[in-house]
T-cell receptor, first 113, second 112 residues
Protein backbone atom coordinates (compact mmCIF):
# COMPACT_ATOMS: atom_id res chain seq x y z
CA UNK A 1 0.00 0.00 0.00
CA UNK A 2 0.84 3.67 0.02
CA UNK A 3 3.56 4.90 2.35
CA UNK A 4 3.60 8.48 3.63
CA UNK A 5 6.61 9.93 5.39
CA UNK A 6 6.07 13.08 7.48
CA UNK A 7 8.85 15.23 8.88
CA UNK A 8 9.70 16.60 11.32
CA UNK A 9 7.98 14.62 14.07
CA UNK A 10 8.52 17.47 16.54
CA UNK A 11 8.65 21.17 15.68
CA UNK A 12 9.07 24.07 18.04
CA UNK A 13 8.86 27.67 16.80
CA UNK A 14 8.52 31.11 18.28
CA UNK A 15 5.29 33.04 18.03
CA UNK A 16 4.90 35.02 14.79
CA UNK A 17 7.46 32.93 12.92
CA UNK A 18 6.61 30.36 10.22
CA UNK A 19 6.34 26.61 10.61
CA UNK A 20 6.79 24.08 7.81
CA UNK A 21 5.90 20.39 7.67
CA UNK A 22 6.83 18.13 4.80
CA UNK A 23 5.35 14.89 3.52
CA UNK A 24 6.43 12.53 0.78
CA UNK A 25 4.48 9.70 -0.83
CA UNK A 26 5.16 6.82 -3.19
CA UNK A 27 2.23 6.39 -5.56
CA UNK A 28 2.32 8.75 -8.52
CA UNK A 29 -1.43 8.18 -9.03
CA UNK A 30 -2.23 9.86 -5.71
CA UNK A 31 -4.63 12.71 -6.26
CA UNK A 32 -5.81 14.20 -2.96
CA UNK A 33 -3.72 15.54 -0.10
CA UNK A 34 -5.48 16.76 3.06
CA UNK A 35 -4.00 18.14 6.24
CA UNK A 36 -5.59 17.53 9.63
CA UNK A 37 -5.05 19.33 12.93
CA UNK A 38 -5.60 17.51 16.21
CA UNK A 39 -5.65 19.37 19.51
CA UNK A 40 -4.99 17.48 22.75
CA UNK A 41 -7.88 15.20 23.66
CA UNK A 42 -9.76 16.08 20.48
CA UNK A 43 -10.42 14.43 17.14
CA UNK A 44 -8.54 15.30 13.93
CA UNK A 45 -10.13 18.08 11.90
CA UNK A 46 -9.46 19.00 8.29
CA UNK A 47 -7.75 22.39 7.97
CA UNK A 48 -6.73 22.52 4.32
CA UNK A 49 -6.43 20.18 1.35
CA UNK A 50 -5.08 20.22 -2.20
CA UNK A 51 -5.85 18.14 -5.25
CA UNK A 52 -3.43 16.96 -7.88
CA UNK A 53 -4.53 19.57 -10.42
CA UNK A 54 -3.12 22.34 -8.21
CA UNK A 55 0.36 23.31 -7.08
CA UNK A 56 -0.48 25.80 -4.38
CA UNK A 57 -3.43 26.60 -2.13
CA UNK A 58 -3.80 29.17 0.60
CA UNK A 59 -6.45 29.62 3.26
CA UNK A 60 -5.62 32.63 5.41
CA UNK A 61 -2.30 31.80 7.12
CA UNK A 62 -2.13 28.23 5.82
CA UNK A 63 -0.31 27.42 2.59
CA UNK A 64 -0.05 24.00 0.96
CA UNK A 65 2.43 23.29 -1.82
CA UNK A 66 2.33 20.20 -4.01
CA UNK A 67 5.25 18.97 -6.15
CA UNK A 68 3.94 15.96 -8.06
CA UNK A 69 7.24 15.24 -9.78
CA UNK A 70 9.01 14.94 -6.45
CA UNK A 71 5.95 13.29 -4.83
CA UNK A 72 6.15 15.81 -2.05
CA UNK A 73 3.73 18.22 -0.42
CA UNK A 74 4.09 20.61 2.45
CA UNK A 75 2.14 22.72 4.92
CA UNK A 76 3.34 26.17 5.83
CA UNK A 77 1.82 28.06 8.73
CA UNK A 78 2.65 31.75 8.58
CA UNK A 79 2.59 34.15 11.55
CA UNK A 80 2.16 31.32 14.05
CA UNK A 81 0.26 31.80 17.30
CA UNK A 82 0.19 29.68 20.46
CA UNK A 83 -3.26 28.48 19.34
CA UNK A 84 -1.55 26.76 16.41
CA UNK A 85 0.12 24.36 18.86
CA UNK A 86 -1.25 20.91 18.04
CA UNK A 87 -0.55 17.65 16.25
CA UNK A 88 -0.68 17.92 12.47
CA UNK A 89 -1.19 15.01 10.09
CA UNK A 90 -0.77 14.87 6.36
CA UNK A 91 -2.66 12.26 4.38
CA UNK A 92 -2.76 10.90 0.85
CA UNK A 93 -5.54 9.41 -1.23
CA UNK A 94 -3.99 7.08 -3.76
CA UNK A 95 -6.66 7.33 -6.43
CA UNK A 96 -8.30 4.38 -8.09
CA UNK A 97 -11.46 2.76 -6.80
CA UNK A 98 -10.61 2.67 -3.11
CA UNK A 99 -11.64 5.36 -0.69
CA UNK A 100 -8.73 5.13 1.71
CA UNK A 101 -6.53 7.84 3.15
CA UNK A 102 -3.02 6.95 4.28
CA UNK A 103 -1.79 9.20 7.07
CA UNK A 104 1.66 10.36 8.01
CA UNK A 105 2.80 9.75 11.57
CA UNK A 106 2.20 13.33 12.62
CA UNK A 107 4.09 16.44 13.64
CA UNK A 108 3.77 17.87 17.12
CA UNK A 109 3.99 21.65 16.74
CA UNK A 110 4.61 23.86 19.74
CA UNK A 111 4.46 27.63 19.33
CA UNK A 112 6.13 29.45 22.19
CA UNK A 113 5.26 33.05 23.21
CA UNK B 1 -20.96 19.59 9.32
CA UNK B 2 -21.23 15.79 9.62
CA UNK B 3 -22.07 14.51 13.06
CA UNK B 4 -20.18 11.38 14.04
CA UNK B 5 -20.64 9.91 17.49
CA UNK B 6 -18.93 6.99 19.16
CA UNK B 7 -19.75 4.83 22.13
CA UNK B 8 -18.44 4.08 24.59
CA UNK B 9 -15.99 6.96 25.02
CA UNK B 10 -13.88 4.95 27.42
CA UNK B 11 -13.66 1.20 27.88
CA UNK B 12 -11.61 -1.10 30.06
CA UNK B 13 -11.63 -4.73 28.92
CA UNK B 14 -9.95 -7.92 30.04
CA UNK B 15 -7.64 -9.98 27.88
CA UNK B 16 -9.64 -12.54 25.92
CA UNK B 17 -12.89 -10.67 26.28
CA UNK B 18 -15.10 -9.42 23.48
CA UNK B 19 -15.29 -5.68 22.82
CA UNK B 20 -17.65 -3.85 20.50
CA UNK B 21 -17.08 -0.21 19.60
CA UNK B 22 -19.98 1.59 17.99
CA UNK B 23 -20.12 4.51 15.60
CA UNK B 24 -23.10 6.47 14.33
CA UNK B 25 -23.20 9.20 11.67
CA UNK B 26 -26.17 11.37 10.79
CA UNK B 27 -25.03 12.99 7.55
CA UNK B 28 -25.92 10.14 5.21
CA UNK B 29 -22.33 9.51 4.14
CA UNK B 30 -21.71 6.31 2.20
CA UNK B 31 -18.22 5.66 3.51
CA UNK B 32 -17.19 4.94 7.06
CA UNK B 33 -13.80 4.12 8.55
CA UNK B 34 -12.21 2.78 11.72
CA UNK B 35 -8.72 3.96 12.69
CA UNK B 36 -6.53 3.43 15.69
CA UNK B 37 -4.14 6.09 16.91
CA UNK B 38 -0.95 5.24 18.75
CA UNK B 39 1.98 7.49 19.61
CA UNK B 40 4.58 7.25 16.88
CA UNK B 41 2.22 5.60 14.41
CA UNK B 42 -0.29 8.27 13.56
CA UNK B 43 -3.68 7.09 12.33
CA UNK B 44 -3.85 3.60 10.91
CA UNK B 45 -6.86 2.24 9.02
CA UNK B 46 -8.37 -0.96 10.40
CA UNK B 47 -11.57 -1.47 8.38
CA UNK B 48 -13.78 0.64 6.16
CA UNK B 49 -17.12 0.41 4.43
CA UNK B 50 -18.69 1.69 1.23
CA UNK B 51 -22.25 1.36 2.49
CA UNK B 52 -24.69 -0.81 4.40
CA UNK B 53 -23.69 -4.46 4.27
CA UNK B 54 -20.13 -3.84 3.05
CA UNK B 55 -16.88 -4.06 4.98
CA UNK B 56 -13.34 -3.91 3.62
CA UNK B 57 -10.01 -4.63 5.24
CA UNK B 58 -7.78 -1.66 5.85
CA UNK B 59 -4.06 -1.68 6.50
CA UNK B 60 -4.09 -3.39 9.92
CA UNK B 61 -7.22 -5.63 10.08
CA UNK B 62 -5.80 -8.57 12.04
CA UNK B 63 -7.65 -9.15 15.31
CA UNK B 64 -10.59 -6.95 14.30
CA UNK B 65 -13.92 -7.45 12.59
CA UNK B 66 -16.33 -4.81 11.37
CA UNK B 67 -20.05 -4.65 10.78
CA UNK B 68 -22.14 -2.11 8.82
CA UNK B 69 -25.77 -2.97 9.40
CA UNK B 70 -27.10 0.35 8.15
CA UNK B 71 -26.03 3.59 6.48
CA UNK B 72 -25.71 5.24 9.89
CA UNK B 73 -23.95 2.58 11.97
CA UNK B 74 -20.52 0.99 11.76
CA UNK B 75 -19.13 -1.24 14.52
CA UNK B 76 -15.66 -2.49 15.29
CA UNK B 77 -15.48 -5.85 17.03
CA UNK B 78 -12.58 -7.31 18.96
CA UNK B 79 -13.53 -10.97 19.48
CA UNK B 80 -10.55 -11.78 21.72
CA UNK B 81 -9.08 -8.55 23.03
CA UNK B 82 -5.34 -8.39 23.70
CA UNK B 83 -3.25 -5.76 25.53
CA UNK B 84 -1.68 -4.78 22.17
CA UNK B 85 -5.11 -3.46 21.16
CA UNK B 86 -4.97 -0.82 23.87
CA UNK B 87 -5.33 2.39 21.87
CA UNK B 88 -7.54 5.29 20.94
CA UNK B 89 -10.00 4.34 18.21
CA UNK B 90 -11.53 6.87 15.85
CA UNK B 91 -14.46 6.38 13.54
CA UNK B 92 -14.83 8.65 10.52
CA UNK B 93 -17.29 9.15 7.69
CA UNK B 94 -17.00 10.66 4.23
CA UNK B 95 -19.07 11.00 1.09
CA UNK B 96 -16.77 9.99 -1.69
CA UNK B 97 -13.38 9.37 -3.14
CA UNK B 98 -10.87 11.86 -1.87
CA UNK B 99 -13.49 13.74 0.08
CA UNK B 100 -13.08 15.11 3.56
CA UNK B 101 -13.39 12.59 6.36
CA UNK B 102 -15.21 13.69 9.51
CA UNK B 103 -13.95 12.09 12.69
CA UNK B 104 -15.86 11.08 15.77
CA UNK B 105 -14.64 12.01 19.26
CA UNK B 106 -12.71 8.77 19.77
CA UNK B 107 -12.88 5.82 22.15
CA UNK B 108 -10.07 5.14 24.57
CA UNK B 109 -9.76 1.36 24.99
CA UNK B 110 -7.59 -0.24 27.64
CA UNK B 111 -7.14 -4.00 27.60
CA UNK B 112 -5.76 -5.38 30.85
Amino acid sequence: GEQVEQLPSILRVQERSSASINCTYENSASNYFPWYKQEPGENPKLIIDIRSNMERKQIQGLIVLLDKKAKRFSLHITDTQPADSAMYFCAVHSGGSNYKLTFGKGTLLTVTP
Amino acid sequence: EAAVTQSPRNKVAVTGGKVTLSCNQTNNHNNMYWYRQDTGHGLRLIHYSYGAGSTEKGDIPDGYKASRPSQENFSLILELATPSQTSVYFCASGDGQGAEQFFGPGTRLTVL
